[in-house]
């Protein structure tokens, strides 16, 4: 007959195995779930590279707005 009692051993292991489950899927969740930098995928300059009064200034995320913004232009 088997001896069906849970050992110490058992139970760390058993516990680890969950803990690492849980690692594994909380980061499958962020990589799959996380939001993209909208500056760099599909936000085009409408003001050929001038950001002084722009219509979208406040809200352009791409290189020369952002430039233009740390300046205080």
Known sequence: M???????????????RIASAGLLAGL??????KKKNPAKGNQVCISSGICRGCKVFD????????SAKASGE
């Open 2 to 16: 088997k001896n069906n009692r849970l050992t110490r051993r058992d139970a760390l292991l058993s516990g680890g």
């Open 28 to 33: 499958a969740s962020f990589l799959l779930f």
């Open 59 to 66: 809200g352009c995320g791409l290189p020369q707005a952002l």
